[in-house]
């Protein structure tokens, strides 16, 4: 029998026809999908803050910014109350009033 | 061996293997993607002194592809072959078609097996790692795979010849 008359191919020819079969390149977002994080640049990075947590912060920086921010008294004692070192009282007289 | 290594050295192969065995892109890269989570997310699941990086890999990569498989056709018993359709002979496919039409109408675990030791390169003992089964049942599988596209193919005989041969 011709072998081009047989119904069935040769484990050669078999062989021979399997490596044909080609297959697609994996996808390169593949590697950033599973390792994108580590390769993030740092100014690409962002962190997870509760919303208490970010809440008790912003307070604290609004009554920080308040205290740096509020004016201060001026005072030329540097506030301080001290006692009156010389005491000159003046009477002022009514007119209508006699002596 | 780190997840990043282990992904350099074996990505192409593990999609490769789960494009040929859903033949669909997209499901391979999900498969593929899948596979390395779950090395990334519990690495302490590789035991070196049980199988090599490789074999684990492509043995995660296969649960998925058969879940994808049960999912597409429940009922359908994966060790039997599907009819070969009729081909109109005026209707010649490519080679790499026609191989992969030829190997889709295999059986699930034929074609594994198939795949697994022309494709991948994988000896019957990786192979039998991979699929959970003696190497004697692998060696049945592979050679009824064989026989069958042996058959599907006759018509690619000349297309054949003209590859070099092995």
């Known amino acids: 029998m011709h072998p081009d008359e047989r119904d069935e191919l040769t484990e050669q020819e078999l062989d021979a026809l399997l490596p044909g079969w080609k297959t697609p390149a994996a996808p390169a977002r593949l590697r950033t999908s599973l390792f994108g994080a580590a390769e993030t640049k740092w100014w690409r990075m962002s962190i997870r803050i509760p919303v208490p947590v970010a809440a008790l912060l912003l307070v604290l920086l609004a009554v920080a910014m308040w205290h740096w921010m509020k004016p201060e008294i001026e005072h030329d004692n540097g506030g301080e109350l001290q006692p009156v070192t010389e005491l000159r009282p003046r009477i002022i007289r009514s007119a209508s009033v006699q002596n | ?166």
Do not use: W
Not at chain 2, 71 to 100: F, K, W, Y
């Open chain 2, 1 to 166: 061996m780190t997840a990043q290594l282990a992904f350099d050295q074996y990505h192409q192969a593990v999609y490769s293997f789960a494009y040929r065995l859903t033949q669909r892109e997209d499901i391979a890269e999900d498969i593929t993607q899948e596979c390395f989570l779950a090395l990334i997310r519990a690495p302490h699941r590789f035991d070196p002194a049980r199988a090599s990086m490789k074999v684990f890999l492509f043995a995660i990569a296969r649960n998925l592809a058969l879940k994808h498989y049960r999912d597409e056709r429940p009922g359908d018993p994966l060790e039997e072959s599907r009819d070969i359709a009729v081909r109109d002979p005026s209707q010649t496919l490519e080679i790499s078609s026609a191989v992969a039409a030829a190997v889709a109408q295999l059986a699930e675990l034929q074609q594994e097996a198939l795949i697994l030791f022309e494709y991948e390169g994988m000896t019957l003992e990786e192979i039998a790692q991979i699929v959970g089964a003696d190497v004697g049942t692998v060696k049945s599988r592979l050679h009824r795979a064989r026989e069958r596209l042996r058959r599907s193919l006759v018509e690619y005989r000349k297309a054949g010849n003209t590859h070099a041969p092995r």
